[in-house]
DNA sequence: CAGTATCCAATCAGATACTG
DNA sequence: CAGTATCTGATTGGATACTG
């Protein structure tokens, strides 16, 4: 079985691995909401990003741990536990994340761009 | 002929709509090299994106374009020019690569990830 | 020079069903 | 609860050849 991370490739610069380890469709909001809740539990992801399947959540996840960017924690009960948070290279992110929704909220309020779930991207 | 942009589907949320203005493969680094040289013919950017085709740099300045962050100014002359240029919204963004930009270099150097290109993503 | 057109391969993503 | 597995469809990206 192959290692399938972001990694695989050697990025051609800065920039460009950057945008590598945060692109993807669902990579933002999955940090955002963590910098916002501070401990998600899978289930409750699930909910937050409501156009996700578990398969993709997972995928997501995996890369986002694989990449340093949030930390899984298990915890050995029935039923299972497992608590999903950023770690301090992933809190690096949230101040660029953070400007980058307000540039976002400015501009959809300019062009008039309609969006699904009001304020702060909530849960 | 369907319309073909990013604005087509109506995004979740503020954060959902920024990460599809900046994300794709080639956006970044296209964003910052307008920055870094302030006009750029068609030519020229193919041969800073080294691993682009044709065909994909057409597509996302066609879609940089039409989200307003880039500016295409045709001059009709033979042979033909053609210069690509940050708007004045492109060029809010240009703070948010740039430190997008050195945490990757900081995050490279850690982690002892080697890359392509040397220095500032140059020409 | 600045692109298009066409065709094809690879990757991404969704639906659905199932499991420790 | 927190995932996996499988199958399929959609989207993205690439090679190559051609054009105003």
């Known amino acids: 079985m192959a290692?399938?991370?972001?990694?695989?490739q050697?990025?051609?610069?800065?920039?460009?691995?950057?945008?590598?380890?945060?692109?993807g469709k669902y990579k933002g909001r999955?940090?955002?909401y963590l910098h916002l809740h501070k401990v998600?539990?899978?289930?409750?992801?699930?909910?937050?990003?409501?156009?996700?399947?578990?398969?993709?959540?997972?995928?997501t996840l995996r890369e986002l741990e694989d990449d340093l960017l949030i930390e899984r924690k298990v915890y050995h009960?029935?039923?299972?536990?497992?608590?999903?948070?950023?770690t301090e290279v992933g809190k690096e992110l949230v101040p660029f994340i953070e400007h980058l929704r307000m540039w976002g909220e400015q501009r959809m309020k300019?062009?008039?761009i309609p969006m699904i779930q009001q304020g702060k991207c909530a849960l």
């Open 3 to 8: 290692i399938k991370n972001t990694e695989e």
């Open 10 to 23: 050697v990025p051609i610069c800065a920039v460009d691995f950057a945008f590598r380890r945060i692109g």
């Open 30 to 32: 999955l940090l955002w």
């Open 40 to 59: 998600l539990r899978y289930g409750e992801l699930r909910r937050s990003i409501t156009d996700i399947t578990p398969k993709m959540l997972t995928q």
């Open 77 to 86: 009960e029935v039923p299972p536990r497992v608590e999903y948070s950023l």
């Open 110 to 112: 300019k062009e008039n």
